[in-house]
């Protein structure tokens, strides 16, 4: 019988992850942690509270708040149909999730101004390159229910508080006005006219967005194209006056708080949703995918998914390209590490004492590691040492029979007899 199930295993097989996702390692995962609690912190003090949306939405979410012409909608998105028929994509960012649960759980009644952040996974099926996967981490924010040029200010402000919590300081802020509904359709117009005559000279992806998506062609990397544009009429002196006025506080605001930025009107944001105010922050230390973060204004987009008219600006941010940043610059996590007591427990009565033992000491707050491999003292001294333990309590038939522990200060090597009803205690009085 036991031969027949083993005939019945299928052959091993080995699996490899997909192309552009990553695991994050044992060893990696401290900086993440430490990382993560960083923007935890930054964010609680600018008094933001976090929101944890699904991974996936209905496909038409992202369609409608992105825009169908993106090229993360048109191109990248990991869609599927799941066994209800129903049309799902695994979120390309975290916004339109952000703004339908905004919506949904009548958030905006609740209180004027909802200053919400989060941290998480995104998808986009993009050419993976340093800095650039198809599964990547972002963290961001957003500030729904101000109208203010205060409100762009203050997620500006935030993005840049949270690099320099990482003594992050050479970064770019890079600065635009998309304008809104009555002045950008009049730009395009006026930049369509302007690139004509020089079609022929534009990459083929820019031929192709002439016609519907003409301020692409601003951002496009080709040499060619950039020489078409060097003199384009600039979107930041075509503004209706509201814009203008808005746009004029926005950098006065930035100034009165010392926060340096740069105009730039190639700057248009790959998503159709903003109005006014478009911004990233660079590094020159991230190689051709520059952008540590990106965020914008999007004025109309509560509407748009069903809420009541709600102006609101924020930013989003990649995880993996800020852990690129921090290894560059040296950064260390300041994170103490708890003191590991190693507990090595000698034949069977021992390990049965072993495992009540680990969960008292665990329950009182200490970080236990035990062996699980049966092995000798020495084995056991050994990995207790690989492990950089503070203890070991060594416990064997004689031990038991005491019931005394033999604890070593793996730091001096000295070696203390301690009862076994008084181990918590001399633990909490050596080691925390
Ligand atoms: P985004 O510019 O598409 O904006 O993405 C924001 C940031 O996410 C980028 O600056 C970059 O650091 C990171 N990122 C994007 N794609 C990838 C990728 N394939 N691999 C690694 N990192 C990536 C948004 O997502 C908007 N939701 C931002 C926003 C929030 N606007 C208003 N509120």
Same mark, same amino acid.
């Given at each position: 019988?036991?031969?027949?199930?083993?005939?019945?295993?299928?052959?091993?097989?080995?699996?490899?992850?997909?192309?552009?996702?990553?695991?994050? !390692?044992? @060893? @990696?995962?401290?900086?993440?942690?430490?990382?993560?609690?960083?923007?935890?912190?930054?964010?609680?003090?600018?008094?933001?509270?976090?929101?944890?949306?699904?991974?996936?939405?209905?496909? %038409?979410?992202? *369609?409608?708040? $992105?825009?169908?012409?993106?090229?993360?909608?048109?191109?990248?998105?990991?869609?599927?149909?799941?066994?209800?028929?129903?049309?799902?994509?695994?979120?390309?960012?975290?916004?339109? =999730?952000?703004?339908? +649960?905004?919506?949904?759980?009548?958030?905006?009644?609740?209180?004027?101004?909802?200053?919400?952040?989060?941290?998480?996974?995104?998808?986009?099926?993009?050419?993976?390159? +340093?800095?650039?996967?198809?599964?990547?981490?972002?963290?961001?924010? &957003? $500030?729904?229910?101000?109208?203010?040029? *205060?409100?762009?200010? &203050?997620?500006?402000?935030?993005?840049? *508080?949270?690099?320099?919590?990482?003594?992050?300081?050479?970064?770019?802020?890079?600065?635009?006005?998309?304008?809104?509904?009555?002045?950008?359709?009049?730009?395009?117009?006026?930049?369509? @006219?302007?690139?004509?005559?020089?079609?022929?000279?534009?990459?083929?992806?820019?031929? /192709?967005?002439?016609?519907?998506?003409?301020?692409?062609?601003?951002?496009?990397?080709?040499?060619?194209?950039?020489?078409?544009?060097?003199?384009?009429?600039?979107?930041?002196? &075509?503004?209706? &006056?509201?814009?203008?006025?808005?746009?004029?506080?926005? /950098?006065? !605001?930035?100034?009165?708080?010392?926060?340096?930025?740069?105009?730039?009107?190639?700057?248009?944001?790959?998503?159709?949703?903003?109005?006014?105010?478009?911004?990233?922050?660079?590094?020159?230390?991230?190689?051709?995918?520059?952008? !540590?973060?990106?965020?914008?204004?999007?004025?109309?987009?509560?509407?748009?998914? =069903?809420?009541?008219?709600?102006? #609101?600006?924020?930013?989003?941010?990649?995880?993996?390209?800020?852990?690129?940043?921090? %290894?560059?610059?040296?950064? /260390?996590?300041?994170?103490?590490?708890?003191?590991?007591?190693?507990? #090595?427990?000698?034949?069977?009565?021992?390990?049965?004492? *072993?495992?009540?033992? #680990?969960?008292?000491?665990?329950?009182? =707050?200490?970080?236990? @590691?035990?062996?699980?491999?049966?092995?000798?003292?020495?084995?056991?001294?050994?990995?207790?040492?690989?492990?950089?333990?503070?203890?070991?309590? $060594?416990?064997?038939?004689?031990? !038991?029979?005491? /019931?005394?522990?033999?604890?070593?200060?793996?730091?001096?090597?000295?070696?203390?007899?301690? +009862?076994?009803?008084?181990?918590?205690?001399?633990?909490?009085?050596?080691?925390?």
């Amino acid at each position: 019988m036991r031969y027949a199930l083993c005939a019945m295993r299928p052959t091993p097989m080995r699996f490899q992850k997909i192309k552009g996702t990553r695991d994050i !390692l044992p @060893e @990696e995962i401290g900086r993440w942690q430490a990382a993560e609690a960083v923007i935890h912190q930054v964010m609680a003090r600018f008094g933001f509270s976090e929101i944890r949306p699904p991974i996936f939405e209905e496909t %038409e979410l992202f *369609a409608r708040s $992105i825009g169908q012409l993106t090229d993360i909608v048109s191109k990248e998105m990991y869609s599927f149909v799941d066994r209800g028929e129903k049309n799902l994509t695994l979120r390309p960012e975290l916004t339109a =999730g952000v703004v339908r +649960a905004f919506v949904e759980n009548n958030l905006g009644k609740k209180q004027p101004v909802n200053k919400l952040y989060y941290l998480g996974s995104a998808f986009r099926q993009e050419n993976p390159q +340093a800095g650039r996967q198809r599964q990547f981490q972002q963290f961001g924010a &957003e $500030i729904l229910g101000s109208p203010e040029p *205060a409100a762009d200010v &203050e997620a500006i402000s935030l993005s840049m *508080a949270v690099y320099r919590a990482f003594q992050l300081e050479r970064f770019v802020v890079k600065l635009n006005s998309v304008g809104d509904v009555v002045c950008r359709e009049p730009y395009k117009q006026k930049l369509r @006219e302007y690139l004509r005559p020089r079609f022929d000279r534009l990459c083929k992806t820019c031929q /192709q967005r002439f016609e519907k998506n003409p301020l692409r062609i601003l951002d496009c990397k080709e040499a060619g194209c950039r020489v078409e544009t060097a003199e384009a009429p600039k979107l930041f002196d &075509e503004l209706c &006056e509201n814009c203008v006025r808005h746009f004029a506080r926005v /950098q006065q !605001l930035l100034e009165a708080g010392g926060m340096k930025y740069e105009l730039d009107f190639r700057l248009v944001r790959g998503l159709d949703y903003y109005t006014r105010t478009a911004y990233e922050i660079t590094s020159d230390q991230l190689g051709a995918q520059d952008a !540590l973060c990106g965020g914008g204004r999007y004025d109309l987009l509560v509407e748009e998914l =069903g809420g009541d008219a709600t102006p #609101a600006v924020g930013f989003a941010a990649g995880m993996e390209r800020l852990m690129m940043v921090l %290894e560059k610059i040296g950064w /260390q996590p300041t994170t103490p590490k708890a003191p590991i007591i190693f507990l #090595a427990p000698l034949g069977e009565a021992a390990v049965l004492w *072993a495992v009540q033992a #680990a969960a008292q000491l665990r329950q009182n =707050g200490m970080t236990v @590691e035990m062996d699980l491999l049966n092995r000798g003292l020495k084995a056991q001294l050994r990995e207790a040492n690989r492990q950089q333990a503070r203890f070991a309590v $060594i416990v064997g038939d004689n031990e !038991l029979q005491t /019931q005394h522990a033999a604890v070593r200060d793996l730091t001096s090597s000295q070696q203390t007899e301690v +009862a076994f009803v008084d181990l918590i205690s001399y633990f909490q009085q050596n080691s925390f």
